[in-house]
T-cell receptor, first 118, second 116 residues
Framework: EAGVAQSPRYKIIEKRQSVAFWCNPI?????LYWYQQILGQGPKLLIQ????????DSQLPKDRFSAERLKGVDSTLKIQPAKLEDSAVYLC????????????????FGEGSWLTVV | AQSVTQPDIHITVSEGASLELRCNYS??????LFWYVQSPGQGLQLLLK??????LVQGIKGFEAEFKRSQSSFNLRKPSVHWSDAAEYFC??????????????FGTGTRLTIIP
């Protein structure tokens, strides 16, 4: 079974530039998450989608971050304009979604997109 | 709101020795608890999870964790570590969402170093 795919793996940009990250979840997974992991910290949820609708974006800095999942499959996370403090790993994750299965739905993570803002 | 505390930032263990990584959580209801491992440059891999039932949970790679409600803890253990266990370990608590999926809150992680 293919895992969660993310691209690009690494990106270096100057502050005030824009960047976009792409995620392809595991086939059939209705729920998609974007997490931000700053060096030395645990991942923090930015946004959660259920199919193509937003479930939770309470921690997404909406003045500069945006995300979409137009057809309920792939997703794009955009940062514009980037700040130095946006340097982090952006992790995409997915799960089946829907009613909880027996022991719960497992969330699967991609390898992440590493962003450095200089 | 839920939170997770991992008191140990860095732990060094000799290969073959036993391991225990600490995790304390704060959550208003019955928690859903997870341990993930992250190797350098990699994403997060699920080691084990607790939803209900038996408080001793077995995971992959020989890891286990015990849920202790009275202590609000979910410590990770392994009887004998291997050099390949060197990684960052994250404990997480899950809050059920309207769609039956857990929204995870992570701790800050514990970095495990293995020495020969």
């Amino acid at each position: 079974e293919a895992g969660v795919a993310q691209s690009p793996r690494y990106k270096i940009i100057e502050k005030r530039q824009s960047v976009a990250f792409w995620c392809n979840p595991i086939s059939g997974h209705a729920t998609l998450y974007w997490y931000q992991q700053i060096l030395g910290q645990g991942p923090k949820l930015l946004i959660q989608f259920q199919n193509n609708g937003v479930v939770d974006d309470s921690q997404l800095p909406k003045d500069r971050f945006s995300a979409e999942r137009l057809k309920g499959v792939d997703s794009t996370l955009k940062i514009q304009p980037a700040k130095l403090e946006d340097s982090a790993v952006y992790l995409c994750a997915s799960s089946l979604g829907g009613p909880r299965q027996g022991s719960g739905n497992t969330i699967y993570f991609g390898e992440g997109s590493w962003l450095t803002v200089v | 709101a839920q939170s997770v505390t991992q008191p140990d930032i860095h732990i060094t263990v000799s290969e073959g020795a036993s391991l225990e990584l600490r995790c304390n959580y704060s959550y208003g209801a019955t928690p859903y608890l997870f341990w993930y491992v992250q190797s350098p440059g990699q994403g997060l891999q699920l080691l084990l999870k607790y939803f209900s039932g038996d408080t001793l949970v077995q995971g992959i790679k020989g890891f286990e964790a015990e849920f202790k409600r009275s202590q609000s803890s979910f410590n990770l253990r392994k009887p004998s570590v291997h050099w390949s266990d060197a990684a960052e370990y994250f404990c997480a608590v899950g809050a059920p969402s309207n769609f039956g999926n857990e929204k995870l809150t992570f701790g800050t992680g514990t970095r495990l170093t293995i020495i020969p």
